[in-house]
């Protein structure tokens, strides 16, 4: 999405929220009376991570879909890294992207429909998990015939690729933990 398109979309909801401290880090040392509530959440366009500081009152809870771009609920929006997240928001966060992978399925079949070659060696289909050289061949055989139209007409028409869209979540986690990862399909990382 381009910076125009987000700027259309503006007000919608761009985050869904992995966690909420509404007493700030337990490892802040600072009195109760100056920590301030946290709330942790995950883009949905390019899967960033964001510490949210919430604003007095702000109603927010797990699962919810926030707007990061502008104020309302949060006093401060800061990106952070996938070491920087909390127990409860890392563990939440797998089921959180397979729930934008299922909301957006068309954009990540499309995926399976539009992958192209990184290098004369490498395609964008080995970067998944799980996916060699036989099983990519054969998707990229089954997509000329015709494009994938869901993840159930991936699955039934690939043999030995079962349930493709935990292949992308397993991939999008990957991209957020590892911090030297030569090559990103989907979440970016700003060095």
């Known amino acids: 999405m381009s910076d125009d398109e987000r700027d259309d979309t503006a007000g919608e909801p761009t985050a869904v929220v992995l966690d909420v401290l509404p007493h700030g880090r337990t490892e802040d040392d600072r009195p109760q009376y100056q920590k301030e509530p946290l709330a942790y959440a ?5 899967f960033e991570l964001y510490e949210l500081v919430l604003a007095d009152g702000a109603d927010v809870s797990i699962g919810d879909a926030v707007d990061v771009t502008g104020g309302g609920a949060f006093q401060r929006v800061n990106r952070i890294e996938y070491d920087d997240l909390p127990s409860g928001a890392s563990a939440e966060l797998e089921y959180a ?38 099983l990519r061949n054969n998707i990229l055989d089954e997509r000329k015939r015709a494009p994938f139209e869901s993840f159930a007409d991936i699955e039934e028409r690939i043999s030995g690729l079962h349930n493709p869209e935990e292949v992308l979540v397993e991939r999008i986690i990957e991209e957020l933990r590892e911090d030297d990862l030569k090559y990103r399909i989907f979440a970016r990382h700003d060095e």
């Open 42 to 46: 995950v883009d949905a366009e390019d």
């Open 97 to 134: 992207i397979e729930e934008l992978v299922e909301a957006d399925e068309q954009r990540f079949v499309d995926f399976y429909n539009d992958a192209q070659p990184i290098t004369l060696r490498l395609h964008q289909l080995n970067l998944l998990p799980g996916i060699g050289k036989k």
